[in-house]
């Protein structure tokens, strides 16, 4: 895949990955462990200009472009989920503003949040609205004291609202959809931090209860009946792309991982590496690695052109990542044994982080049920397009 | 001029046109059709609809242009098109 980069592509590629050898990878695990990325780290790719680098330069951005932005995620993915978690939320808030805000939200918002002074965070998921966003319960009323919105309800698994500085809600005004940033510290705001996931345990994640918390009506973004058809899909193709790319990094620290202790681990005479189950197990991990970089770099790519295959680009590349390094992490543990079970070893947290790739930004069944109608329907426009008769 | 803007806002409906018929499953497409009341598309394809125009006609769609009745039809969407690139994107 590397002959389909730029020369200033893959100097970037390599900038990134010796940037997560040196600072990420030795020290992933204990985040891990306690659950939390140090400040320091979150500052150091906010300093290198990571935490905007979709944005545009004039609002404090790097400008990169999209197959970058993937680039960037495959890095980190291979180092820490949860620490590319941060990218995913950031960029998710920042493109759907930078995408449907106003002047006036983007000057004030847009800048903090490309220099990564302040975090964003994406609040849709609710305890009784996960894939179903359209059953979303937060309810925003008009106030009736000034020109502001009262906001009540739950909001749950929200990635990096421990650290966020706004939040970008979700919810119901007047049956209609509606997307509105709500700043960290605003009164009736709670941030309850969730402990003991499974996986991305350091990402920071918090339940958020809104007790007539108040905002200003100039903090919607976009227009109410727009949020979900509009407003939450740029974020979310973001979302997707990230994940599609960070599950992309995990599948290859998973190979990296398998291959170098294969290379070396002894059963009686022979490596681990000689022996034909393993490397079975081995060639699925490197054939699913190739297969999901091309099919990444085509989302990004889609993503970049701006073509309306964008959308299912992403949908087929973080389907088939996600699943991929699933299977690439049960391997990857499987090979080393029991020093696989043991958190000294990555490959154990990238088991556990694996299946949350499943999940986010839409789990692998709404990704079948999406790709499956998509193929069918174009199935269906093929036949008719060649078969007249059919078309009366 | 009357006649000039009618060949653009031909083009620009043929080109709309084409890419609706491509991408949903109908076999015809009245000028005036709803899109949305007829629930022929769904929000995929709205989005997809407005980055084609985006992409093809190099117009930004942005947060004043959020309006269903910019979308809802084949004319509409010329219409909507043909004004964007009358006053610069």
């Given at each position: 895949m590397q002959h389909l980069l730029t020369d200033e592509q893959r100097a970037k590629h390599t900038e990134f990955k010796n940037f997560v050898s040196l600072n990420v990878e030795p020290f992933a695990n204990e985040w891990d462990r306690e659950e939390r990325i140090p400040d320091p780290v979150i500052s150091m790719l906010a300093k290198s200009g990571c935490l905007g680098c979709s944005l545009p330069k004039k609002y404090g951005?790097?400008?990169?472009d999209v197959v970058t932005f993937g680039l960037l995620n495959e890095a980190l993915g291979r180092g820490s989920s949860s620490l590319t978690g941060v990218l995913t939320v950031q960029t998710m808030v920042s493109m759907a503003l930078l995408k449907w805000g106003t002047e006036a939200q983007k000057e004030r918002w847009l800048p903090p949040l490309a220099k990564g002074e302040m975090i964003g965070a994406?609040?849709?998921?609710?305890p009784g609205a996960g894939s179903a966003i359209?059953?979303?319960?937060t309810e925003f009323t008009h106030s009736s004291r000034s020109d502001s919105l009262i906001l009540n309800g739950n909001k749950k698994w929200i990635s990096c609202a421990q650290l966020a500085g706004v939040f970008l809600v979700f919810g119901k005004l007047e049956q209609s959809s509606v997307a509105c940033l709500v700043p960290r510290g605003t009164p009736g705001l709670e941030i309850e931090p969730i402990h003991d996931?499974?996986?991305?345990?350091?990402?920071g994640l918090a339940q958020l209860t809104f007790n007539d918390v108040e905002v200003p009506?100039?903090?919607?973004?976009?227009?109410?009946?727009?949020?979900?058809?509009?407003v939450a899909p740029v974020g979310l193709q973001y979302g997707r792309i990230s994940t599609a790319c960070s599950g992309l990094g995990l599948l290859r620290g998973c190979f990296e991982e398998s291959v170098a202790y294969a290379a070396v681990r002894k059963i009686a005479e022979k490596?681990?590496?000689?022996?034909g189950m393993i490397r079975s197990l081995i060639a699925r991990m490197g054939s699913d690695l190739e297969a999901g970089s091309f099919l990444c770099h085509n989302a990004c790519r889609s993503e970049q052109d701006h073509v309306p295959e964008a959308f299912e680009k992403t949908l087929t590349a973080k389907y088939f990542t996600s699943r991929a390094a699933v299977r690439a992490a049960s391997d990857a543990v499987q090979i080393r044994?029991?020093?696989?079970?043991?958190?000294?070893?990555p490959v154990s947290r990238y088991y556990r982080d694996s299946k949350i790739m499943e999940i986010i930004e839409g789990t692998t069944q709404i990704h079948e049920e999406l790709l499956g109608k998509i193929y069918v329907g174009q199935a269906g426009k093929s036949r008719k397009q060649s078969d007249p008769v059919n078309c009366l | 001029m009357t006649s000039l803007n009618t060949g653009k806002e031909n083009g620009v409906k043929e080109t709309v046109k084409r890419f609706i018929l491509s991408s949903i499953n109908i076999a015809h497409l009245g000028d005036d059709d709803n899109l949305f009341e007829s629930g022929i598309v769904n929000s995929l394809f709205t989005v997809q609809l407005m980055t084609f125009i985006e992409k093809t006609f190099a117009i930004e769609v942005g947060m004043d242009d959020l309006d269903i009745e910019n979308f809802k039809s084949l004319n509409a969407a010329t219409a909507f098109v043909v004004r964007k690139n009358g006053r610069g994107g």
């Amino acid at each position: 895949m590397q002959h389909l980069l730029t020369d200033e592509q893959r100097a970037k590629h390599t900038e990134f990955k010796n940037f997560v050898s040196l600072n990420v990878e030795p020290f992933a695990n204990e985040w891990d462990r306690e659950e939390r990325i140090p400040d320091p780290v979150i500052s150091m790719l906010a300093k290198s200009g990571c935490l905007g680098c979709s944005l545009p330069k004039k609002y404090g951005g790097q400008g990169w472009d999209v197959v970058t932005f993937g680039l960037l995620n495959e890095a980190l993915g291979r180092g820490s989920s949860s620490l590319t978690g941060v990218l995913t939320v950031q960029t998710m808030v920042s493109m759907a503003l930078l995408k449907w805000g106003t002047e006036a939200q983007k000057e004030r918002w847009l800048p903090p949040l490309a220099k990564g002074e302040m975090i964003g965070a994406f609040a849709l998921t609710e305890p009784g609205a996960g894939s179903a966003i359209q059953s979303l319960a937060t309810e925003f009323t008009h106030s009736s004291r000034s020109d502001s919105l009262i906001l009540n309800g739950n909001k749950k698994w929200i990635s990096c609202a421990q650290l966020a500085g706004v939040f970008l809600v979700f919810g119901k005004l007047e049956q209609s959809s509606v997307a509105c940033l709500v700043p960290r510290g605003t009164p009736g705001l709670e941030i309850e931090p969730i402990h003991d996931l499974m996986g991305f345990r350091s990402g920071g994640l918090a339940q958020l209860t809104f007790n007539d918390v108040e905002v200003p009506s100039a903090n919607i973004v976009g227009k109410p009946g727009f949020a979900l058809s509009h407003v939450a899909p740029v974020g979310l193709q973001y979302g997707r792309i990230s994940t599609a790319c960070s599950g992309l990094g995990l599948l290859r620290g998973c190979f990296e991982e398998s291959v170098a202790y294969a290379a070396v681990r002894k059963i009686a005479e022979k490596t681990v590496g000689e022996i034909g189950m393993i490397r079975s197990l081995i060639a699925r991990m490197g054939s699913d690695l190739e297969a999901g970089s091309f099919l990444c770099h085509n989302a990004c790519r889609s993503e970049q052109d701006h073509v309306p295959e964008a959308f299912e680009k992403t949908l087929t590349a973080k389907y088939f990542t996600s699943r991929a390094a699933v299977r690439a992490a049960s391997d990857a543990v499987q090979i080393r044994g029991a020093s696989g079970c043991h958190e000294s070893s990555p490959v154990s947290r990238y088991y556990r982080d694996s299946k949350i790739m499943e999940i986010i930004e839409g789990t692998t069944q709404i990704h079948e049920e999406l790709l499956g109608k998509i193929y069918v329907g174009q199935a269906g426009k093929s036949r008719k397009q060649s078969d007249p008769v059919n078309c009366l | 001029m009357t006649s000039l803007n009618t060949g653009k806002e031909n083009g620009v409906k043929e080109t709309v046109k084409r890419f609706i018929l491509s991408s949903i499953n109908i076999a015809h497409l009245g000028d005036d059709d709803n899109l949305f009341e007829s629930g022929i598309v769904n929000s995929l394809f709205t989005v997809q609809l407005m980055t084609f125009i985006e992409k093809t006609f190099a117009i930004e769609v942005g947060m004043d242009d959020l309006d269903i009745e910019n979308f809802k039809s084949l004319n509409a969407a010329t219409a909507f098109v043909v004004r964007k690139n009358g006053r610069g994107g």
